[in-house]
């Protein structure tokens, strides 16, 4: 049986899902949109892009207008497409608990949709165990449908450069489906990389677990060296300069996002909360802010002050907001101090935020937030806290 699209991405106006309909789209594939979020979908018809991703508008544009790339809020599209992909959305919810319910009860909703032949795609970051999950509710559902496991791991903000070079881990359980995953992403990147479903689920966890340890790592090392009133940006110059075994010790900074803390966590669930190591790095990265203000607190009567947060996105260049530290410095500030203004040139979910030129005349300190580039720069006549280095004047605090 024909389709008449190649490709349907399901959640494919996020963060994930939309570079990825992008980038098949101009790689020449026929490409759908699936998505519940009506606006979002409205706005990516229009050739506009719901968030900032570098080069992704005029992308966007071009496959929108040479009809290669059709979103739309309507079910019926899966049955459409050859390959279904699915890359919705799966936090932790707030005791910190993955929900590995969240991708088998989307499958299922779109089970009326799914057509016999098609592969099935999850791309997710899903709790281990999941695709066998979705495979087993397939084949209650008696759906001879083939399913694949091929995790992402762009990072925002390189998404359009990254789906065009990383290689891509794909995995399936029978041969003929783990082929098919292959042809797919082989669209996209020369390397693949083939792990069993089980394999590729703990291999995208450990991505993030690895890299969410790092950041713990080099937290943990800047307050050990703040505490001795001493640089961990010039220690850690010093200790990368032509030395390759130590290249990666990261800047210190707020390690926050969607993805790191939530898939380390997910990871600690996955193996009955015995996870020491990640434990740990959450407490070190999640009370860096803490630890920001207590310092500040010693040095400063911080309830007379105003304190301006510079950048209120969890990384550099970025207007992503979920799971921002720099809302965990606010909320903290808030307490301690006498008023807090908080600025984002890229943020626009934040009606609390207001012009860079306020928070510079109005407020009495400066912590910065979120690494933006223009704040290296700035020209300032208050103090400013900038614990990841942007300033190049020190990290102490
Ligand atoms: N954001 C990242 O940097 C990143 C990187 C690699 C992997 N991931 C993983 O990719 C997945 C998606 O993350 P994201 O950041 O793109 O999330 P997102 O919230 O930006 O996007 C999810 C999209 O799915 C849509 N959606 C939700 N439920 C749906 C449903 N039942 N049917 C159709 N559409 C639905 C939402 O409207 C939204 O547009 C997560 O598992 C995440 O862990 C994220």
């Given amino acids: 049986m024909g389709f008449d699209l190649d490709v349907v991405v399901v959640g494919g106006c996020g963060h994930v899902g939309l570079p990825l309909a992008i980038a098949f789209a101009e790689r020449g594939l026929q490409v759908g949109i699936y998505d519940i979020n009506p606006a979002a979908v409205e706005e990516v018809r229009s050739g506009v892009m719901p968030f900032d991703e570098p080069g992704a508008e005029e992308a966007l544009q071009r496959v929108v207008s040479s009809s290669h790339l059709r979103p739309t809020t309507d079910a019926a599209v899966v049955s459409d497409a050859e390959h279904v992909v699915v890359v919705i959305g799966t936090p932790v919810d707030e005791h910190l608990n993955p929900d590995p319910k969240v991708v088998p009860a989307a499958v299922e909703d779109l089970a009326a949709h799914l057509r016999p032949g098609q592969l099935l795609v999850l791309r997710s970051t899903v709790y281990p165990g999941v695709t066998a999950l979705v495979e087993r509710r397939l084949s209650n559902l008696g759906l001879d449908v083939d399913v694949a496991f091929c995790p992402e791991r762009i990072a925002e903000g390189k998404a359009l450069k990254e789906l065009f070079e990383l290689p891509q881990i794909v995995s399936a359980r029978n041969p003929g489906a783990l082929m098919r995953a292959r042809k797919l992403f082989e669209v996209l990147v020369n390397e693949i990389v083939e792990l069993l479903p089980e394999e590729a689920e703990l291999a995208k966890l450990y991505t993030n677990a690895y890299r969410y340890l790092k950041f713990a790592l080099a937290n943990q090392l800047y307050m050990m060296a703040n505490d001795f009133s001493l640089d961990y940006e ?101 307490f301690k101090a006498g008023d807090v203004l908080c600025t984002d040139p890229y943020v626009k979910v934040d009606h609390n935020l207001v012009p860079l030129k306020e928070v510079l005349d109005r407020s009495d300190l400066l912590v910065i937030g979120a690494p933006h580039r223009l704040y290296a720069d700035l020209p300032v006549d208050k103090p400013v806290v900038d614990i990841w280095g942007v300033r190049g004047d020190g990290v102490r605090v």
């Fill in 234 to 334: 010039r220690i850690r110059q010093g200790v990368i300069y032509n030395y390759p075994r130590a290249a990666d010790l990261p800047a210190a900074g707020f390690a926050a996002g969607p993805c790191l803390l939530k898939d380390t966590m997910q990871l600690a669930a996955f193996n009955n909360n015995n996870f020491v190591l990640g434990h740990a790095a959450m407490m070190v990265n999640e009370g860096l802010p803490l630890y920001v203000v207590d310092r500040l607190s010693r040095r400063y009567d911080l309830a007379t002050m105003t304190i301006g947060i510079l950048g209120m996105a969890f990384k550099g260049e970025s207007d992503d907001t979920r799971s921002s530290l720099a809302y965990k410095l606010k909320r903290i500030l808030r």
